[in-house]
């Protein structure tokens, strides 16, 4: 069965420094695997998505993922935070039958 | 892309009463997903919605507490039962847009007192 893990519950970073958010999943073929972020009191919005080719996929908001087979990670990157990245980070495997991480909360220090 | 709008945004129900909560797609979609997010949990998949057939409940979801309309392509609703506390929770509705995205509402934000 597809599952998703997402080893971190809460990351703090300062404004301006980089951020990775892991993501490892399990999955019997190559994987759909998507990263979405919920502002508080919103919905979900897919900022980005990788289905094949090449392994580093930009999305939106300055975010990139990089799908690495070998490892089954599929980890989000951006190389400086604003402020108003703080949110919940939601990795997601599948596609019709779409499997969530437990969600990783992002805090920015000013 | 798809634009999904959802309401009511939130509501606070008495325990025993039941909500309608509506699901609005900009465009055709065949297939629409009901979510329930526990407070700081992730997603739970209650069922999958297909117009013109039953709608396919995951297991520990029962149609008889979460009953699900998809009366055409564009629209769907979902109904909690006989609420109880332990149903206050957000409710998510999500609309299938090709190559395995899903589009999300903002929610609905249920306490049950």
């Known amino acids: 069965a597809q599952s998703v893990t997402q080893p971190d519950i809460h990351i703090t970073v300062s404004e301006g420094a980089s951020l990775e958010l892991r993501c490892n999943y399990s999955?019997?073929?190559?994987?759909?695997l998507f990263w979405y972020v919920q502002s508080p009191g919103q919905g979900l919005q897919l900022l980005l998505k990788y289905f094949s080719g090449d392994t580093l996929v930009q999305g939106i908001k300055g975010f990139e993922a990089e799908f690495k087979r070998s490892q089954s990670s599929f980890n989000l990157r951006k190389p400086s935070v604003h402020w108003s990245d703080a949110a919940e980070y939601f990795c997601?495997?599948?596609?019709?039958?779409?499997?969530f991480g437990a969600g990783t909360r992002l805090t920015v220090k000013p | 892309s798809a634009v999904i709008s959802q309401k009511p945004s939130r509501d606070i129900c008495q325990r025993g009463t039941s909500l309608t909560i509506q699901c609005q797609v900009d465009s055709q979609v065949t297939m629409m997903f009901w979510y329930r997010q526990q407070p700081g949990q992730s997603l739970t998949l209650i069922a999958t919605a297909n117009q013109g057939s039953e709608a396919t409940y995951e297991s520990g979801f029962v149609i008889d507490k979460f009953p699900i309309s998809r009366p055409n392509l564009t629209f769907s609703t979902l109904t909690v039962s006989n609420m109880s506390p332990e149903d206050s929770s957000i409710y998510l509705c999500?609309?299938?847009?090709?190559?395995?995205?899903?589009?999300f509402g903002a929610g609905t934000r249920l306490s049950v007192l």
């Open positions: 999500s609309a299938h847009g090709g190559e395995g995205i899903q589009y």
């Open positions: 997601a495997v599948g596609g019709n039958d779409m499997r």
């Open positions: 999955y019997g073929a190559t994987p759909y």
